[in-house]
T-cell receptor
């Protein structure tokens, strides 16, 4: 069974701090997606990474896909209260089952 | 663009009652999905569809049925609601099944008493 483990599970920081959240698996994925979910809303896609070693930047957010395509990280620089939310990673397997495997998420609170 | 629209937003059912959750997308996406999200369990796939007229079971299909009569609509039915079906339900869609990202609706919060 493929699993995606996200860490930390919870994170509470002050505005202006930097942080990194991790998404790890023992399985190889064809691509990996990151979403942010705010209370009462559905997840919103932030980025998809498809190549081992790939780095993508979205303003203050930097996403990296591991060289072996088994893990990924999300780094936020100078966090702001608007970054508060649940960050979810999801790995896609283009093999036989073509399923999306979800992590349980990292709940981030950025305090002003 | 409306994206993915789910109705209703909230619903309370009594055990044994039935209901249908509606999902509509205006992006001409081929693939559509129904998920439930529960604390500590994450997002779990109930049923999905790879095109108009097709449906398939996900991880937790028991107690649910779906239909995809039109490409833009994906309906989730509960024939006889149980308290274990209390959850937040999300519909999502994607252009194809290549794992490049889903668009989610804003969810339906269902409570079964």
């Amino acid at each position: 069974t493929q699993l995606l483990e996200q860490s930390p599970q919870f994170l509470s920081i002050q505005e202006g701090e930097n942080l990194t959240v991790y998404c790890n698996s023992s399985s190889v994925f064809s691509s990996l997606q990151w979403y942010r979910q705010e209370p009462g809303e559905g997840p919103v896609l932030l980025v998809t990474v498809v190549t081992g070693g790939e780095v993508k930047k979205l303003k203050r957010l930097t996403f990296q896909f591991g060289d072996a395509r088994k893990d990924s990280s999300l780094h936020i620089t100078a966090a702001q209260p608007g970054d508060t939310g649940l960050y979810l990673c999801a790995g896609f397997n283009a093999g036989n089952n073509r399923k999306l495997i979800w992590g349980l998420g990292t709940s981030l609170a950025v305090n002003p | 663009n409306a994206g993915v629209t789910q109705t209703p937003k909230f619903r309370v059912l009594k055990t044994g009652q039935s209901m249908t959750l509606l999902c509509a997308q205006d992006m001409n996406h081929e693939y559509m999905y129904w998920y439930r999200q529960d604390p500590g369990m994450g997002l779990r796939l109930i049923h999905y569809s790879v095109g108009e007229g097709t449906t398939a079971k996900g991880e937790v299909p028991d107690g649910y049925n779906v239909s995809r009569l039109k490409k833009q609509n994906f309906l989730l039915g509960l024939e006889s609601a149980a308290p274990s079906q209390t959850s937040v339900y999300f519909c999502a869609s994607s252009y194809h099944g290549q794992g490049l990202g889903y668009t989610f609706g804003s969810g339906t919060r269902l409570t079964v008493v």
